[in-house]
């Protein structure tokens, strides 16, 4: 039984481009969070996908922005980057939007922003 | 602002003791707790989870809650080497999960 997967695992991108990072949630799962997590802090909640639209968002600007697919999968697209948004970018996935019974996360995705 | 607080550490337990670690959050209205277990570059993975007052046992892991204090904790009995790592305190507030940001454990042998 798969996990959540992400690809991929490591990025390097220069300021101002933009950033796709992709994500498959755990078998049975249908909602997607993402997550950042910046050295020596916890896991920033950024939105959350559930039934191909995003259903909660957290303090991040307009340039972060998703999708959900119909099998379930995500996608986390940053346009214009900034230094600081070098990070963990973490998916998580749920057996529903409550995320009652945990989220399960994938291995994450390294992006450094030069 | 909805926070969860957790004391950085780093703390330290000798191989074989209890370690505690706790957790304040700041929204009474807070239904689900979570406890992850990070290593270094690595990914969060779900420890335990806690929803009722009191404790949840599972194996050397023991979950303890008190929502009119707003205080969730979690002991690991026989601490062992391998429990080292950034213990992370997590509460749901909607549909979202809010982080604390983590506390170092280290067990020395």
């Known amino acids: 039984d798969a996990g959540v997967t992400q690809s991929p695992t490591h990025l390097i991108k220069t300021r101002g481009q933009q950033v796709t990072l992709r994500c498959s949630p755990k078998s049975g799962h249908d909602t997607v969070s993402w997550y950042q997590q910046a050295l020596g802090q916890g896991p920033q909640f950024i939105f959350q996908?559930?039934?191909?639209?995003?259903?909660q968002r957290g303090n991040f600007p307009d340039r972060f922005s998703g999708h959900q697919f119909p099998n379930y999968s995500s996608e986390l697209n940053v346009n214009a980057l900034l230094l600081g948004d070098s990070a963990l970018y973490l998916c998580a996935s749920s057996l529903d939007a409550t995320g009652s019974y945990g989220y399960t996360f994938g291995s994450g995705t390294r992006l450094t922003v030069v | 602002q909805k926070e969860v607080e957790q004391n950085s550490g780093p703390l330290s337990v000798p191989e074989g003791a209890i370690a505690s670690l706790n957790c304040t959050y700041s929204d009474r209205g807070s239904q689900s707790f979570f406890w992850y277990r990070q290593y270094s570059g690595k990914s969060p993975e779900l420890i335990m989870f806690i929803y009722s007052n009191g404790d949840k046992e599972d194996g050397r892991f023991t979950a303890q809650l008190n929502k009119a204090s707003q205080y969730v904790s979690l002991l690991i009995r026989d601490s062992q080497p391998s429990d080292s790592a950034t213990y992370l305190c997590a509460v749901t507030y909607g549909n979202k999960l809010v982080f604390g940001a983590g506390t170092i454990l280290r067990v020395k042998s």
């Open positions: 996908y559930y039934e191909e639209e995003e259903r």
